[in-house]
Structure formats: C-alpha cells, structure tokens
C-alpha cells in the first residue's frame, strides 16, 4: 500500500499542480513530478532511485523536490497515494556497476545538493553490494575503519573498483587515505577545486598524485560562485599541476532553468565557454583568451550543448 508524508506545507494542492505545470527544461512535470514527491516524501528512495524508476534525469527530480519541499502543503497528495515499504540498492536499476556504501555528506558547502537531500551526516550502509563504480559523496571524509571495510569488501569479493566517481575531499584526502585507496582503486582520482580557500589542499594533493598520468587525475572544477579571474585560475592551476579539469558552472538549488546563475563578472557565455574550452580539452590546443575570441565567430548556439558536459558525479 502506498502512503507518504510531505513535511513542508505553503502551497496549496492546486497552486502546487500549476507550478509543477509551468515547469519544463530540467525539472519534472505533471505526473512524473508528483511520483517524484511522492517517492521521495516516502523517505524509502534517494533521487538516484527516483531517476532511475521514472527514467529521468536525477538533476531533473533534484530541482523538483527542492521546489516541493520549498512550497508543499503537508497532506498534499492524500488522497492521490500511499507508500509504503522500501527498495534497498534501488542505484542498480539506474546503473547496474553502481553502488553507494554511504550516503551524506557532513561538510555542508553551501552550493551542494548532498547535505540537503541525504542529510549533514554519513548514512552508513555496511552491507553495500559490491559494484565497479562507487558513487559515495565524500570517501576520504569516512571513518577511516569504514573506508577500510569498504576496501576490504572490495578485496573480499574481487572486484575491481574501476570508479570512485565522486572522489575524494582535498581538505581530508591524505597520505593515508592515498595509501589506503591505492590497493583497490584502478580508476582517476577525482576531486573537487571548488573556491580560492582549497588552493593549498589541492596543490597537495596534486603534489602527492605527480607520479600519477594527466588523465588519471581528474578535478571539478566549480566556477561562477566567484569573479571571472579567481575560477579561471583555479582551471589553470590544475592543468599547471598536471591534472585534467572539469568545469562545473554554478547553478542555484533551486534554479527552475538549467541554466547557470550568473554573478560577478561572468555571463552565461563565458561559462559556456569556459566549460566547453575545459571539458573538451581545448586548452591542450589554446589559452582560454584565444578560445574566446575565436568562439565570437562560430554559429550562434554551437556550443551551448556541452555547458554542462557530464562525467560521473
Ligand atoms: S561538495 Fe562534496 S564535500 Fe561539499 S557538501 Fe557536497 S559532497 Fe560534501
């Protein structure tokens, strides 16, 4: 039987329905946006899991949840569902090489969706099926005995991991934590280069990974949440230090557009452009102020395709 709760009333069940209406480009609509609150609302399926059941994008649910939970009444849908029970490992029907052996995320940065939808503490999750690709937030910020249990899991089974494909925490990622993954970790090792404030805890890190190919070091880098020059060094800063950067424009929780959000001196362009000028590695070919001058000319909405080219996350 089906049963949910929402817990943030405001919007009335008609004024909710016309906005989930109005909502197009990367959130849900109609039905699918009601599933997704009703899914979530029952505390039993992440966002993976609802992607994966209603085969949509997970930011797609993301951004309809934060404007549920932003404006739902709470009996909202009582008379539409009930839900009950639970679908334990529900990422294998998103990705079946998959698997989370925690949930969370106890660092709280202020631009990121995990701490919001799965909580400011680590979940745990000791039992976790043994997959290639291990999608946990934050790695390095785990119990140390827990990282070891997930290695040991790993090595129990004899399976190799292929992807920690949100990586680790600059700030938490040490000669440890290095030592320890490196016994099962095949995969890049990923990072995040997120504002001016990481720069010695990156530098570190890519210093203790210079023995380690380009390509197998790869960094997100997160831009438009500070002036034009600050994230374009940071994307520098990591090619200099012999890694690969991701560009990753900002975008509110709560934007009802994908799109980036534009503060300081940016504009939407140049994020496009410095996206596409990164993640397609333009840079082995030109410095960004030629890549730029060029892009003036090339055919209006070429390049807008790729502003948020995706590497698992
Ligand atoms: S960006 Fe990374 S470290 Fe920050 S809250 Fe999100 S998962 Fe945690």
């Not at 404006?71 to 334990?88: M, Q, T, Y």
């Amino acid at each position: 039987m089906l049963r949910h709760k929402l817990s943030t009333p405001d919007l009335s069940e008609v004024e909710l329905r016309q906005a989930l209406m109005r909502l197009g480009g990367g959130w849900l609509t109609g039905d699918a946006a009601l599933a997704a609150i009703v899914l979530w609302s029952s505390g039993q399926f992440d966002t993976n899991a609802i992607a994966a059941v209603l085969t949509v994008r997970e930011d797609a649910v993301c951004r309809t949840l934060a404007m549920a939970r932003d404006g739902a009444r709470a009996d909202f849908l009582a008379d539409v569902a009930e839900i009950g029970g639970s679908i334990p490992d529900a990422v294998v029907h998103h990705n079946p090489m998959a698997t989370f052996a925690s949930r969370g995320c106890p660092v709280g940065c202020w631009f990121c969706i995990v701490p919001k939808l799965e909580g400011k503490t680590f979940t745990l999750i000791p039992d976790f099926p043994v997959r290639p690709v291990l999608c946990d937030n934050n790695l390095s910020a785990l119990p140390a005995e827990f990282q070891d249990h997930i290695i040991g899991r790993y090595r129990a089974a004899g399976v190799p991991l292929m992807d920690a494909n949100s990586g680790f925490e600059p700030r938490t990622f040490d000669d440890e934590v290095f030592a320890r993954w490196s016994t099962i970790n095949v995969g890049p090792w990923r990072f995040a280069y997120d504002d001016q404030a990481e720069r010695p805890f990156v530098e570190r890190v890519m210093h203790m990974l210079r023995d380690v190919p380009s390509r197998k070091k790869r960094v997100y880098v997160l831009v438009g949440n500070e002036p034009m020059a600050a994230c374009i060094e940071r994307v520098r800063e990591v090619i200099a230090w012999g890694g690969e950067p991701h560009v990753q424009p900002y975008m509110k929780l709560n934007a009802l557009e994908r799109k980036p959000h534009v503060r300081f001196d940016w504009s939407e362009q140049s994020l496009r452009d410095l996206a596409r000028w990164s993640n397609r590695y333009l840079y082995k070919y030109t410095d960004f102020e030629g890549y730029q001058r060029s892009a003036k000319t090339s055919r209006p909405g070429e390049r807008s395709a790729d502003l948020f080219d995706q590497v698992p996350a």
